[in-house]
């Protein structure tokens, strides 16, 4: 079993479309969760960190369930820039920062 | 948060050669870090490089292939030794923002291709 696992998609929604993602981890003593956004060719990029409370940025709202070791990535009103892969990530040792990555989801918003 | 600037941003090498990539961080940072991503999947984290001691690699990672140098806090070096096919990969540093929980931010990357 992957330690973070998503599904690969692609998602392909139109403008406008609200869209969410999931994701699962395995180490429930997990401790900080974070959503990044990677553009095709580019470096992944900080899209929101994952709060246990919930939290919403624009047209983006992340939320975490512990209990059930899930996270979830929503996406308002999608536009065609939003198309790019969405990485899970997990930070596993909250003694050192050891991220873990998810393999992505992808995501086209099309005309 | 920190400008991370890396070198190359990309290279084509030999088999059997050696590439050492450059990441340089406009301000001191605690924690950096070298990930490999392989074509069509996810980060795999490589090593944590410690500055003044010898880097922290992860399990399947070695420092006779991946040799990493932190010498300050604002820069690293990872040389990847003795190249095949299977190195081609794109290669990224990454620092870690200060405090507990915080997440980390990348530098462009570094697309190595091996002939």
């Known amino acids: 079993r992957k330690e973070v696992e998503q599904d690969p998609g692609p998602f392909n929604v139109p403008e406008g479309a609200t869209v969410a993602f999931n994701c699962t981890y395995s180490?429930?003593?997990?401790?900080?969760f974070f959503w990044y956004r990677q553009d095709c060719r580019k470096e992944p990029k900080l899209l929101m960190s994952v709060y246990s409370s919930g939290n919403e940025d624009g047209r983006f709202t992340a939320q975490l369930n512990r209990a059930s070791q899930y996270i979830s990535l929503l996406i308002r009103d999608s536009k065609l820039s939003d198309s790019a892969t969405y990485l899970c990530v997990v930070n596993f040792n909250n003694a050192g920062n050891m991220l873990t990555f998810g393999g992505g989801t992808r995501l086209m918003v099309k005309p | 948060s920190a400008v991370i600037s890396q070198k190359p941003s990309r290279d084509i090498c030999q088999r059997g050669t050696s590439l050492t990539i450059q990441c340089q961080v406009d301000?001191?940072?605690?924690?950096m870090f070298w990930y490999r991503q392989q074509p069509g999947q996810s980060l795999t984290l490589i090593a944590t490089?410690?500055?003044?001691?010898?880097?922290?690699?992860e399990s399947g990672f070695v420092i006779d292939k991946f040799p990493i140098s932190r010498p300050n806090l604002t820069f690293s070096t990872l040389t990847v030794s003795n190249l095949s096919p299977e190195d081609s990969s794109i290669y990224l540093c990454?620092?870690?923002?200060?405090?507990?929980?915080?997440?980390?931010?990348f530098g462009d990357g570094t697309r190595l291709s091996i002939l």
């Open positions: 180490n429930s003593a997990s401790q900080s």
């Open positions: 490089a410690n500055q003044g001691s010898e880097a922290t690699y």
């Open positions: 301000s001191q940072v605690t924690m």
């Open positions: 990454s620092v870690e923002e200060e405090g507990a929980n915080q997440p980390q931010h």
